[in-house]
């Protein structure tokens, strides 16, 4: 009786797992791009257009030629192909190339941006003047109106410098740009917020405070 019980157990048991071992080789096919019986499909394929396919079915009817991405803004310049707008001096070329110096200098590394980034726009009046606009709208409501550091937020935000003090009075173009960019000490990074263009104008601007009385 005890040995038929114990018998009877083995062979529950090597039931069980040669029908384990059966199934998980059946769930096992060699078609590795087929994920089987899908349960809840809509979690997977999303219900809306897919912006790279174009297949019979998922054609848009709204877009020209029936592209489901839209063409990118005429004169958008993917990263890559930066080498290729300089030389085709599409758009202002020296603010490209200064813009690939600038981004392979880490945020750590002031003295890099302090040796290698020079200003690609002029100080003409119209350039002062858009920086001018930018430093309004980010900056001034911590470094005051001649840059001072007499900004209402100063008067809370503590720390803010005088730009024409000495320790800050020479500082060069590329100190400024990547401060701006970057952030330092107790100043947030403005690198997200403000085009490089503007940024570059903006550094115009602070030279001419740093001049101020
Ligand atoms: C929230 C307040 C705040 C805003 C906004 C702000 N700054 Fe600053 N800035 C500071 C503070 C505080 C310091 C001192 C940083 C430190 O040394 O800890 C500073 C320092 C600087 C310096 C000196 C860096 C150095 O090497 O000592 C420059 C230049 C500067 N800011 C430019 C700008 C410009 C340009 C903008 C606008 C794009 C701007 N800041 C926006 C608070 C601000």
């Known amino acids: 009786m005890t040995n038929n019980k114990i018998m009877f157990t083995n062979k529950t048991k090597s ?15 060699d078609k590795h791009n087929d994920p089987g019986t899908e349960f809840a499909a809509n979690m997977y394929h999303s219900v809306g257009y897919e912006p790279l396919s174009q297949t019979e079915g998922d054609t848009n009817h709204i877009n020209p030629y029936g592209m489901n991405m839209r063409l990118p803004v005429k004169g958008t310049v993917p990263r890559q192909y930066y080498e290729q707008a300089i030389k085709k001096d599409s758009i202002d070329g020296d603010l490209l190339q200064m813009d690939l110096v600038a981004r392979n200098i880490k945020s750590g590394d002031m003295a890099s941006s302090e040796a290698l980034l020079t200003n690609p726009f ?16 980010y900056c001034i409501h911590c470094h005051g109106e001649a840059g001072k550091g007499d900004g209402a937020v100063a008067k809370i935000y503590k720390g803010v410098p005088v730009y024409s003090s000495d320790a800050l009075k020479n500082l ?24 490089s263009a503007d940024r570059w104008k903006i550094v115009l601007y602070v030279h001419q405070l740093q001049q101020a009385p």
Not at 20 to 29: D, E, K, N, Q, R
Not at 172 to 195: E, F, L, P, V
């Open 122 to 137: 002029e100080p003409t009046e119209a350039n002062i003047e858009a920086g001018k606009l930018q430093y309004e709208r």
């Open 15 to 29: 039931l069980f797992l040669s029908s384990v071992v059966v199934l998980s080789m059946a769930s096992c096919g």
């Open 172 to 195: 060069n173009d590329g100190h400024i740009y990547h401060t701006i960019t970057h952030g330092k000490g107790r100043m947030w990074a403005h690198g997200s917020q403000i085009s």
